[in-house]
């Protein structure tokens, strides 16, 4: 309908379009801007679809800023793509400085309200350390959990160590019931089921919360352990340059699941006054747990009401109790 010098065909709907208004990514391909909007959200409601690998549909041309088009986009692509920048902070130290916060249990954008969006895997791993720290901070506010350090010998600042959690009543010896959580192994710590649950679907599924909720309306204690974090890194001296070298060691107690699991056992558990202990272990929290039977089962089953394993693997073979 255009006519004219200059005009060129778009490659989805096969419409002239003026060259001037096209868009541009540096290939052969041009798009009127109808079909570019189309495409545009094609690649923004695919969550899995990098921001990064934003383009052309029919090559491998990338879009690295929206104004490198001629078209006018509608002011919805615009806000999305904007939203999706700010998701990628420079120093992010809270939830806030990657754009998003939860809603409801789910991780939303802060400007669009639209579920997580995958950028890289560097982007995903901070992102998961700062969840994290969201989900601790929020056992200690809302739940009035305990954070420890453990070994309990650690005295000076840069020993390696690692945390649990455990409610006041577990200390002050005043719960009938001890409840104890394990987690599985992986990038998991202390809250979390699995880190990918909590950023692609819930934290009612992906961490402790409701098992925390259940346990404290019926007032019992609980221990929140943490057998996978076997490793600290501690400083380990400082360049000419004045950068600080760090180094990793195994932490003390907890050098493996299985000591992690007697460690607690030995330092926090058999000092409870609980008459009744009941325990969900998860994936590999499961191995653990089984070993506490095998190697303490005069002390643990007078007192051990029931387990649930969940999703935990075992060979029969090595389980003698």
């Not at 800023?65 to 692509?77: A, F, V």
């Not at 019992?220 to 890194?233: E, R, S, T």
Request: aromatic fraction near 10%; charge should be neutral; include cysteine.
């Amino acid at each position: 309908e255009y006519g004219g010098m200059g005009d060129v065909k778009c490659c989805k709907c096969e419409f002239d379009i003026p060259a001037n208004v096209k868009s541009d990514l540096g290939c052969a391909h041009h798009f009127c801007s109808l079909c570019w909007e189309k495409e545009l959200t094609k690649q923004f409601d695919n969550p899995r679809k990098s921001i990064k690998e934003f383009g052309c549909p029919r090559c491998p041309s990338l879009l690295k800023e929206l104004n490198q088009t001629n078209i006018i986009l509608n002011e919805n692509t615009l806000k999305r793509w904007k939203a999706l920048q700010n998701t990628m902070p420079t120093n992010p130290s809270k939830l806030e400085d990657f754009n998003y916060e939860y809603k409801n249990g789910k991780i939303v954008n802060k400007e669009t309200g639209e579920p997580f969006h995958w950028v890289d895997q560097p982007h995903y791993n901070a992102l998961g350390d700062i969840i994290l720290k969201y989900i601790q901070d929020y056992m200690v506010k809302e739940f009035k959990l305990k954070e420890v350090l453990l070994p309990l010998e650690s005295n000076k600042q840069g020993d390696p160590t690692n945390n649990i959690f455990m409610t006041a009543n577990v200390l002050n010896q005043t719960c009938e019931t001890l409840f104890l959580i394990i987690q599985g192994s992986g990038e998991v710590r202390p809250g979390q089921w699995a880190r990918s649950l909590c950023i692609n679907d819930s934290l009612d599924t992906g961490t402790i919360f409701p098992y925390l909720e259940r346990a404290l309306n019926l007032h019992w204690g609980v221990i929140v352990f943490n057998p996978n974090q076997n490793i600290a890194q501690v400083e380990d001296g400082v360049t000419a340059e004045g950068k600080v070298l760090y180094k990793k060691v195994p932490v003390p107690g907890s050098k493996t699941g299985r000591d992690h699991i007697i460690y607690v056992w030995d330092n926090f558990v058999t000092k409870s006054n609980a008459k009744y202990i009941v325990a969900v272990a998860h994936s590999a929290g499961g191995d653990a747990l089984v070993n506490l039977l095998r190697k303490k089962a005069s002390e643990v089953f007078p007192r051990l009401c029931g387990v649930a394993f969940t999703d935990s693997v075992h060979t029969l073979s090595l389980i003698h109790i």
